[in-house]
């Protein structure tokens, strides 16, 4: 309708591309197994979400990266390094 401010919702799918549209409801439907009704998040099933990418000792536009484990906190750190230059 010309003149409306109505939005309406099958508008709305077709102005955003499908693979985005996917992305963002895939974050909403996360954000929501994850919230507590109390506003808290579950930390146990955000680690299990948390997609784990390992170092990458190739460089990469002149960097490096490294994981470093402290083991009195079994906390995980990564690092970056820049490549000396050739």
């Given at each position: 309708m010309a003149g409306s401010n109505e939005i309406n919702l099958s508008e709305c799918k077709r102005i955003v591309p499908l693979n985005t549209w996917i992305l963002i409801s895939n974050l909403?439907?996360?954000?929501?197994?994850?919230?507590h009704p109390d506003g808290t998040f579950n930390r146990d099933l955000a680690e299990f979400l948390d997609r784990k990418?390992?170092?990458?000792a190739i460089p990469v536009d002149g960097v490096f990266s490294f994981d470093i484990v402290d083991k009195s906190t079994n906390l995980l750190n990564r690092g970056l390094q820049t490549c000396p230059r050739k």
């Open positions: 909403k439907l996360a954000y929501n197994l994850l919230r990418v390992p170092a990458n």
